[in-house]
């Protein structure tokens, strides 16, 4: 399967609306377990090496699917060098700490594998969206919601992609993939929520507040 269309090669501005958000190829189950036997192969020589660590970043709105990418895709791993890390709201320690603490606290160690479901990323879009959650951190220069500005967030892009060229150098190898889809998808899946009640535990009502004012 050639992957090229849906890489971002860095060059471009990037425009969603002009990425499909539905596309499966048609020999996705062949593809898949042939995949899962080089994902074993691989996981072996990197266990056996013991210099790189892979972090694979998964980033997506709520209802994109990450739960389930990681339970197809890579139910294949050896789980004892493979670990999952779910980077929800920051509890009340991490705020204690600089905003990449909790994230340099899941790294995995040279040979294993660490699925994030989010990531750092996190810090730079829930925020621009609600950006009163910063003020409750102890940031320097952050009083107030007007405080967090494009210069603020401009510092933040600047610490992210530095801190990616460390990892890089420390031997942490970082795959990430955004999962896209479109706002009458999500809006079918939230509503499924609802309606099956093995999926209730998922729903949250202050999901559809989001999802009304384009924030989800």
Known sequence: MDLTPYRYDGKHNMDLTQW??????ANADEIRESDLVTLQKLQRRLFAQKENGVVVILQG?????????IRH?????????TRVESFKQPTSVDLQHDFLWRI???LPARGEIA??????????????VHPEILVGQHLPDVQTAADVTDKFFKRRYHDLRHYEQYLRHQGI????????????????????RLALP????K???????????GKL
């Not at 795959?175 to 999500?186: A, G, N, R």
């Not at 093995?198 to 535990?201: C, F, P």
């Not at 729903?203 to 004012?213: I, Q, R």
């Open 20 to 25: 499909p958000t539905q596309e499966i190829a």
């Open 61 to 69: 709105m709520d209802t994109a699917g990450k739960d389930g990418l």
């Open 73 to 81: 895709v890579f139910s294949g791993l050896n789980p004892s060098g």
């Open 104 to 106: 340099n606290q899941a």
């Open 115 to 128: 699925i994030f479901n989010r990531s750092q990323y996190e810090d730079v879009l829930i925020s621009r």
């Open 173 to 192: 190898v970082t795959y990430k993939f955004f999962l896209h889809l479109s706002y009458d998808e999500q809006t079918a899946r939230l509503a499924k």
């Open 198 to 201: 093995e999926k209730n535990w």
């Open 203 to 213: 729903f949250d009502p202050s999901d559809l507040k989001k999802l009304e004012a």
